[in-house]
């Protein structure tokens, strides 16, 4: 497709982005061009408009922001043998190399040559949008679209609960954005038999409450793991996810989680973290997760299954709409941490 | 303690039971006596009710008969260190060797050399049995008498389901017994998208409606993979759970699974049953497996944390109950299909 | 490339095969040609060679058969990233969606669209092949060029072996074609305490030999379940690989498998077979898994490690070599049973 | 059984031991008593004997040491039904309560409660040991006494191994004190494609070599994850076993790891230490298992197949013998670090 169309592009090096006018991209023979219908405001976008340490090392000026979207297709390459013109669709936006140990061994969310599209290539924060076919997922009737276009981070949460056994289990929560928010909804459709969230801001833990949450505690009031033994008949909880990234949080929930229980590590933290190995780690036999992404694609049909059957309900985390040409405003409240997430239409 | 009781015993071979005085069991040095509460009919005792084939082989009369109970500690031996007089309890009736191969590597529940009471020792109905410390499962005062002394059957229903990922999947439950019924619960609690029973009598079909079912199939009307398939949109089950025992349905089973499925077996055919082989497990890469009993004591765990929750609510199940003087009656009844649960008090 | 080449084809339905001249491939913007170097005969050529029921509902003649081999890349696509010419390749040949459940969920090797090159598609009896990209497994310099050309066999084997628990198992692997033998040397590679391999051919009990099987078993004239019993101290064996699809071997698995043990089909039967579900399936707890293809690719990186370390020496199994032009021999004997793999030079 | 035996104890705190007349221990209705025939120094021993924080706190002198050992059954309690006398075996010394939650649920390795019989309780540097009879492991005459006097720090190995798939992996084993060095042996039993041992000792590295190790770092001359990456083709160990508890140790683990790869920690830090956690755990989607003690059974089953079967070769790990009196000599070649395991005949 010729001609031009609206961006939202990082045009040099420094903070702010600029919504500029630029050519739809060109698709090659294994790629499908998308109109942009939803899009979603990541957390590494807020990074991305405030040009912290961590985006002037990634990103290479001018390129297109945004990864969370939902569209329709308008064209096919020639290749392209799975989808049509005029499919609704949304889409992982790790496009991976399919060749490394990682990509051929079920971990191709963890590829060596992965290119992030919104990151490293132009990304869904415009009208049109490139992607490989091997990277689409349809996007069921019954799915509302504003929730289709944050499958991204509904998939990090979905990735985070799903990552070793939740029926009957309880979990500790560390950390209310909206992943983890997102989490505590998940691990109760999954069977969780009780969800402690542990949250400082009014705003989000009001947000956790609304997402299910059975009992959420304030770190800077309460004891976090004097609470949650007292909450698990002193044994302490089954799973700790860590949404965070802050050491205090990381250091309570070495104290809050039971022998051998599963401790699942999503939150970045911005320094290294000093921890007792000995006894909050061999002894107690922790089994310790990284976690980054979505699994390619067990998590995506985890996804559909928890939506469609309405077990998890994620209308809630939707807090705020804006058109894209008010993106400024957007990323104001985004940046305010006194949101869920945002839509961009 | 000293003295007799009433007890419900198979005297001889042959069918019914004998409601007798008889003498109050010695406890060992690691055994406790148990002043019995509550009682359930399970179906083994329906079968040695009846006194067939395998009643026939198995029983060796005079023995106290029933598994499934709930109770108060009267009594402690000399060893016993973990339970006193008064503590209300219930207990795995499988008594296992802790030495055979199987219980020393996580499958006591396929001891080599178990003893069953209320089939190979004496058991529960009556007003005390002797069960040793190592198999009592403390009841946590959340919990209902009556549903701690169905943990038995419960615990069928937990492990049955619990045999693989269940949070997200597509369930088709062949059977609606108590065990079949109670897997709806548990499915649904352990965040199974959609359950489907198929089942051909009236009232097991509303028991399952009851118990939460999304669907229930009538195999003598409908064609139970045609009906599976269109709900999964054309994909199949991702689990069937067998628990009728009946060649059709497990025809059916191999219809309605999924390729890479799980087809899980509960269900005691009476005769061997023809499978193709190539076609039902080899090409569509099906898992299959053989299960029975609780697993000890996991299963346990599961059931305390699915009940304590809410997530589970077994009232429903719970259909009669009757005075042990009355268990003619109450084995009618059992005998009948038309019913869930029935208690003894 | 333009130009003509020698191809092995099935040009019309019936027995036999056509050593013919025919157009070098074409390929696609993401597949590569390849200069066939050797080429192995599987089971399935067999089959097609004779042209019995399954082939004659499978295959569309014109078709260029086989699909073990190694080679040389001479041209590579426009969107061919990861190989250049000269690199020294094998493949994976079927050829999968990437866009069905099976595929984007770890189990490539069932999906629901599957394209076997050399069955459905030209295959690699002739000079050259086109394989797409994703299907290529480059091979390390260590490795033999000959076993290069046996992955997709040798991938059964281990496929087969490593769906499970393997360090300090005793296995019972039922059947000795090629598939089998190899499984003999994966199992040692992958720690078994003990391989048992039960065949009837002389030829092939002295092909079992050399690859390690530390017990042979006669069917014809020893009782399998009670040698395999009295081999592991009454218990049975942990593990049964069935690679015969044989009847009787079946029901020989059945009885000589221990409690909670595992027992993977990968023979195909050529009728359905009955089973005692109850017995030899419920009661003691067996997990039944099916099995086809290879794990793509974890598979591949197993075969990798287990020959580049030396665990595994597939030398023996390699017993005939033929010039392409000498196939009809090389056919006769591969029908006769009295051979390893056969290469086609 | 009546009278008195030499036994090696602590009598009051302080550093040393003393060879001392006490009486022999009298035995529950499920327990047996047992002549001690070999017996082996562990780690343990040398933090008892040189009293350093840990013994200070745990111990409560006087008690008599040793946990590991070989020996016959000379007496049986009245409740004890598997075992009689005559009967050679040693036994788990981790006596644990079965009935907390880990017990209950296949970790009794991680008991809330547990004794340990030579540092909690009486233990078998002695003439005779009092044991129960579900800790027992009896012998199979193919074994050697003087391993099955070890089967406790070899179990500390096999355990280590095992947590995680082994076949065709590359091992990185930092440390080769006793139970790194068995390590090696377990993990080349288990398949694994390649062990690398890192280790500064001259003796040690020896030893390595003997027990099987592929190649040999010394961390003081060598840079520990640039070896390993160009051993593994760039990608780094699929497994790390930490068996030194040294912080140096611990941060070239991480460095030397693949993504997604296990890190299972043995060796306990005296201190706290400081990770990366982003870098080193999270993005690369790192799994660390905290692993203490045995698993009560499945790893004892897995020592006897690795011994009757011959995949591990223990005996080059004995390196030391003595009679009990002349402990003195044996503890202070145990602490000099220039020993394999020491017994105590």
């Known amino acids: 497709m010729n001609g031009t169309m609206k961006a939202l592009r ?68 020639q290749e392209v043998t799975h989808y049509k013109k005029g499919d609704l669709v949304t889409a992982e936006m790790h496009v991976v190399c399919h060749q490394c140990f990682q990509c051929r061994t079920g971990n191709a969310h963890l590829c060596e040559n992965v290119v992030i599209l919104g990151v490293d290539g132009n990304g869904a924060f415009a009208d049109y949008i490139a992607v490989p076919e091997i990277n689409l997922w349809r996007v069921p009737p019954e799915i509302d679209p504003e929730l289709a276009a944050i499958y991204d981070p509904f998939g990090n949460a979905v990735h985070t609960v799903m990552s070793g056994p939740t029926a009957g289990k309880t979990f500790l929560i560390l950390g209310g954005g909206p992943i983890g928010i997102a989490a505590i909804a998940v691990a109760k459709a999954a069977g969780a038999a009780m969800v402690i969230l542990s949250e400082v801001s009014q705003y989000r833990k009001e947000l956790g409450r609304k997402m299910g949450a059975d009992r959420i505690i304030d770190p800077k009031t309460e004891d976090v793991p004097a609470v949650v033994k007292e909450l698990t008949k002193g044994q302490g909880a089954d799973v700790v996810l860590e949404m965070s990234g802050h050491p205090d949080a990381i250091a309570q929930g070495f104290k809050s989680i039971r022998k051998s229980g599963r401790y699942t590590l999503l939150g970045i933290p911005a320094k290294p973290i000093t921890v007792d190995f000995s006894q909050d780690i061999i002894f107690p036999g922790i089994n310790i997760q990284g976690i980054n992404g979505r699994r390619m694609y067990e998590t995506w049909y985890q996804m559909d299954a928890f939506l469609i059957s309405g077990k998890v309900d994620l209308r809630p985390l939707i807090t705020h709409r804006f058109k894209m040409a008010d993106y400024k405003e957007a990323f104001e409240i985004g940046l305010s941490g006194n949101s869920g997430k945002i839509i961009l239409e």
Chains 1, 2, 3, 4 share one sequence.
């Open 10 to 77: 990082k045009m040099k090096p420094g903070p702010g982005l600029e919504l500029v006018e630029t050519t739809i991209p060109g698709i090659k023979h294994d790629e499908v061009l998308i109109k942009v219908i939803k899009r979603a405001i990541c957390g590494t976008d807020l990074h991305i408009y405030k040009w912290d340490e961590w985006s002037e090392k990634r990103l290479k000026p001018p390129v297109t922001t945004g990864h969370e979207f939902y569209g329709e297709i308008v064209e096919t390459g």
